[in-house]
């Protein structure tokens, strides 16, 4: 049974927006330290974005800072990316991320950390 069930990918074009959506069990969701990861074609896997449990925590890849926003509605279990002002660069499979031991130094996490990992999202920008 999938841990971490992610949506939201898709074809868009260079300028373009995206929200990423992904769902986790209320017992993981509730006490993890969120994060989307990337891995583009030819690239190793990147860590994109974090959250921590209490949601005032964040960190962001210096490729994404200004542009892709981490979010966490506990009502939903959910963690959102949006991804705005979208560049082919950002063309990847992109993986949502759980890490149950809290922290409040989300950007020192690696993707060793994790303990739960969603099936991934294809995001496909043209030019």
């Known amino acids: 049974q999938e841990q971490l069930v992610e949506s939201g990918g898709g074809l868009v074009q260079a300028g373009d927006s995206l929200r990423l959506s992904c769902t986790a069990s209320?017992?993981?969701?509730?006490?993890?330290?969120m994060a989307w990861f990337r891995q583009g074609p030819g690239k190793e896997r990147e860590y994109v974005a974090a959250?921590?449990?209490?949601?005032?925590?964040?960190y962001y890849a210096d490729s994404v800072k200004g542009r892709f926003t981490i979010s966490r509605d506990k009502a939903k279990n959910t963690a959102y990316l949006q991804m705005n002002n979208l560049k082919p660069e950002d063309t990847a499979v992109y993986f949502c991320?759980?890490?149950?031991?809290?922290?409040?130094?989300?950007?020192?996490?690696?993707?060793?950390?994790?303990?739960?990992w969603g099936q991934g999202t294809q995001v496909i920008v043209s030019s």
């Open positions: 209320r017992a993981i969701f509730s006490s993890s330290t």
């Open positions: 991320a759980a890490d149950q031991d809290y922290t409040d130094y989300v950007q020192f996490l690696q993707d060793g950390h994790f303990d739960y």
């Open positions: 959250i921590n449990a209490k949601g005032w925590s964040t």
